[in-house]
């Protein structure tokens, strides 16, 4: 039989201890690469994404335009109608949240003239009214690939109510007196889609508040469009 000398067993338990430490030592570098790895790859990430929000808004102009639709009433006893509408814009960014907007819109419909109302056989004649306004915008919220904002817009509308009435005023069709310049004022809540960091699609919910009449018109509606960004903010 073999006999192990009284040093074995120690040189045994030292190889063993050497062996342990080895393998553990491997699996926390095993296990800690992976993790150093991610936090590079999120860090690397997060730069990118704040990268993109800087370049996206920090433009010094936004252009807008497309359409939408606008309930508006066409008189005082008659029918709200569905509009179609034009929308169009410049924003003068002051910072990445603040700017002053330029707006211009138009309106086209059909009114629903009454059996009350009608004379000569108009039932339906058409209608249009612009707006021109301005005021400030807001952006309260901003990320990668969408942002909101608001305005408040306030300016003069004008109409064109009796110019298919067969010669007859719109008053007589019972419709608001033609205007040239009436107050009108707008609230809007704006959600942009960045496509690119200087173009994106937009959609707008809308408040419109018009005055023929001397009375006041609450007009709901939505615009949907396209913006594009140009232009630099100077760096303070």
């Not at 335009?65 to 814009?89: A, D, P």
């Not at 173009?199 to 408040?207: D, F, G, H, M, S």
Request: proline letters at 4%.
């Amino acid at each position: 039989m073999f006999r192990f000398t009284a040093p074995a067993p120690r040189a045994l338990a030292a190889s063993a201890a050497f062996i342990l430490f080895a393998a553990t030592a491997t699996a926390q570098a095993t296990s800690s690469t992976p993790t150093r790895s991610s936090r590079r790859q999120n860090a690397n990430r997060q730069a990118r994404i704040a990268r993109n929000i800087a370049d996206a808004y920090s433009h010094r102009w936004e252009v807008a335009g497309g359409g939408g639709f606008l309930r508006f009433r066409t008189g005082q006893n008659l029918q709200k109608i569905s509009e179609v509408n034009f929308f169009m814009n410049a924003n003068y960014q002051l910072s990445p949240t603040l700017g002053i907007v330029g707006d211009v819109r138009g309106f086209y419909g059909n009114a629903n003239i009454p059996n009350l109302y009608v004379k000569n056989g108009v039932y339906s004649p058409q209608i249009s009214e612009y707006t021109f306004m301005a005021g400030p915008q807001y952006r309260f919220y901003a990320k990668e690939k969408y942002t909101l904002s608001a305005n408040a817009v306030a300016g003069v509308a004008m109409s064109k109510f009796g110019g298919d009435a067969k010669g007859l005023r719109s008053e007589d069709l019972g419709m608001w007196p033609d205007s040239n310049a009436k107050f009108a004022y707008s609230l809007s809540v704006i959600a942009d889609y960045n496509i690119y960091n200087n173009l994106a699609v937009r959609v707008q919910p809308t408040y419109v508040g018009t005055t023929f009449g001397g009375t006041v018109q609450n007009n709901l509606g939505v615009q949907a469009g396209v913006v594009y960004r140009f232009g630099r903010q100077s760096k303070r």
